[in-house]
């Protein structure tokens, strides 16, 4: 079945590092593909998306490039700051009659 | 604001005693979702609604129901808890099911105990 697998955390960084956060998928079809932020205490909130192959996504200096052909949507920023602490998840959608497809999720924390 | 809201956002309850968290939009979204996440299993659906008076299982629906009678309110129904239901729930909704955003709620923490 469809599948979003992503690399366990929690991922510990200094502030103005680099992220890399791997997100790999398995789908039939043509999926869209989601990268999610959980704030602590909050619910989540859409961060960048990509509808097709090639396609990247970018928000608040992140970015995630749609690769077809590793099944890839790796998420990536430049330099992270504190504010960026938090549980990000990798997700799929491949059509009607089916849910947001999740990854575990990916603890992410900075410290300055 | 464009919001999904859900109540309550903490709630501790007996084994079964009936309880009901409810989730209410303002987006005029069609499909509405909930989830349950726990952790080392990230964000598991519960059930779905594609419309008014239209719903399916999700992923884990065994212990829980809802209802759509209305466009904006997708209520989550626990007829008898138990502690396995334990858990974070989300509320969510989104324009269609395919392609675009998805809002989520803050969030109930239940606790049955």
């Known amino acids: 079945g469809d599948s979003v697998t992503q690399m366990e955390g929690p991922v510990t960084l200094s502030e103005e590092a680099f992220l890399t956060i791997n997100c790999t998928y398995t789908?039939?079809?043509?999926?869209?593909l989601f990268w999610y932020v959980q704030y602590p205490g909050e619910g989540l909130q859409l961060l960048l998306k990509?509808?097709?192959?090639?396609d990247k996504g970018s928000n608040k200096g992140f970015e995630a490039t749609y690769r077809k052909e590793t099944t890839s949507f790796h998420l990536e920023k430049g330099s992270v700051q504190v504010s960026d602490s938090a549980v990000y998840f990798c997700?799929?959608?491949?059509?009607?009659?089916?849910?947001?497809?999740f990854g575990k999720g990916t603890t992410l924390s900075v410290s300055s | 604001e464009a919001q999904v809201t859900q109540n309550p956002r903490y709630l501790i309850t007996v084994t079964g005693k009936k309880l009901t968290v409810t989730c209410s939009q303002n987006?005029?979204?069609?499909?509405m979702s909930w989830y349950r996440q726990d952790p080392g299993l990230g964000l598991r659906q519960i059930y779905y609604?594609?419309?008014?008076?239209?719903?399916d299982k999700g992923d884990v629906p065994e212990g829980y129901k809802v209802s759509r009678k209305e466009k904006r309110n997708f209520p989550l129904i626990l007829e008898s808890p138990s502690p396995n239901q334990t858990s974070l729930y989300f509320c969510?909704?989104?324009?269609?099911?395919?392609?675009?955003?998805?809002?989520f709620g803050q969030g109930t923490r239940l606790t049955v105990v």
């Open positions: 609604s594609m419309n008014v008076e239209v719903t």
């Open positions: 789908a039939t079809g043509y999926p869209s």
């Open positions: 969510a909704s989104s324009f269609s099911q395919v392609n675009t955003e998805a809002f």
């Open positions: 997700a799929l959608s491949v059509g009607a009659g089916t849910a947001l497809i």
């Open positions: 990509a509808t097709k192959a090639d």
């Open positions: 987006m005029n979204h069609e499909y």
